[in-house]
């Protein structure tokens, strides 16, 4: 095969399809498998990114933010890893090289220029949230075609990608925004036995769908719930 054809494979590949016990109709394995192919590509490629800011960020952090983003990017792989058994084992193949994942990747490509660590941190957190918030579309995506283990392995992916953001953003974060009641009772929403309510009675109080005080209803325990004085 030329060099023409192997950069053309790369661009637009295709996936071999199995035959398989994974009692998903054909057709909502193959989106499925489209799914994780492309959020396979992302991950690996930002994986990568994070190597890149690993090796090369300057400034009085270095040695900091030099181990931060190798663990992020060690966080990536094993997410690559998780990624591609899902896809083979709906009866694919995980298509993963760097050449694929470059050309296929919606992650943007990071800037070649950047020096100060305020720049590797800005634009990180841009690539790693984007990352997150993909995956979140994905977890929907996944549980509308009716995959819910496909649809959990997303929850878990974005909650480790949430926690990346976390560390990034924490050396940046300085300034408040606002300030937001503390709690959900203090919004006037309360947890109840069937779900969540919110009300308030003539001394603006708030209750819940029985009409009790909100700090009467939040001392009662939840049937079913041991109560906190149980050992």
């Known amino acids: 095969m030329s060099q023409q054809q192997l950069r053309s494979s790369s661009q637009q590949p ?14 909502t394995r193959i989106q499925v498998i489209q799914v994780l192919n492309q959020a396979l590509a992302d991950t690996a490629d930002l994986q990568s ?35 591609a058994e899902r896809i083979t084992a709906l009866g694919s193949q995980a298509m993963g090289t760097n050449r694929i994942s470059a050309n296929t990747s919606q992650i943007p490509e990071p800037p070649h220029n950047a020096v100060d660590e305020t720049e590797y941190l800005q634009w990180l957190t841009d690539h790693v949230a984007r990352h997150a918030n993909y ?45 937001i009641p503390a709690t959900a ?5 309360q947890r ?4 969540v ?12 769908h029985g009409g009790a005080p909100a700090h009467q209803a939040a001392s009662t325990p939840l049937q ?6 149980q050992q």
């Open 224 to 229: 079913g719930t041991p109560s906190t004085n």
């Open 185 to 189: 009772s203090q919004a006037g929403y």
């Open 135 to 179: 995956l979140r579309a994905d977890i929907e995506r996944a549980a509308e075609l009716g995959d819910e283990d496909t649809a959990d392995l997303f929850t878990e992916l974005s909650r480790e990608v949430d926690k990346q953001v976390y560390f990034i953003e924490s050396h940046m974060q300085s300034t408040v925004t606002q300030q």
């Open 14 to 27: 295709r996936a071999n399809l199995y035959p398989t016990a994974v009692d998903l109709p054909d057709e």
């Open 197 to 208: 309510s919110q009300g308030s009675n003539e001394q603006g109080t708030a209750t819940t």
């Open 192 to 195: 109840t036995q069937t779900g």
């Open 49 to 83: 990114q994070a190597k890149f800011a690993h090796w090369n960020t300057k400034g009085y952090d270095f040695y900091q933010l030099h181990l931060l983003f190798d663990e992020i990017a060690e966080v990536l792989s094993g997410h690559t890893d998780m990624l």
